[in-house]
């Protein structure tokens, strides 16, 4: 089993910068690693995710630029640094894991989830 447990959340204004962690526990392995987020009354959506050497990275088409994720394997930690972030970007933010090699933005290829941390961007 893997546990994954998101920090890092809070308040901001437009135009500010936060940066999550996700840090993993349960297995030194994790492959992939990514983050969704829901904001309330949509659907969770894909952000970013991650392989283990941190060379291929991918991200959702409107959030290029923005956001970068990062790895640190030696803590087992995913970082998001969000910057210039907007009131749309208001949302909780899920780390996530796939027990394979899924390198998809569909939140039905990954296993294991984090809590959530809420992002919450005003205007």
């Known amino acids: 089993q893997v546990q994954l447990v998101e920090s890092g959340g809070g308040l901001v204004q437009a135009g500010g910068s936060l940066r999550l962690s996700c840090a993993a526990s349960?297995?030194?392995?994790?492959?992939?690693m990514g983050w969704f987020r829901q904001a309330p009354g949509k659907e969770r959506e894909f952000v970013a995710l991650?392989?283990?050497?941190?060379?291929?990275?991918r991200y959702a088409d409107s959030l290029k630029g923005r956001f970068t994720i990062s790895r640190d394997n030696a803590k087992n930690t995913v970082y998001l640094q969000m910057n210039s972030l907007e009131p749309e970007d208001t949302a909780v933010y899920y780390c996530?894991?796939?027990?394979?090699?899924?390198?998809?933005?569909?939140?039905?290829?990954?296993?294991?989830w984090g809590q959530g941390t809420q992002v919450t961007v005003s205007s």
């Open positions: 996530a894991a796939p027990r394979g090699v899924y390198m998809g933005n569909s939140d039905r290829g990954y296993d294991y």
């Open positions: 991650i392989d283990w050497n941190g060379d291929r990275a």
């Open positions: 349960g297995r030194t392995f994790i492959y992939i």
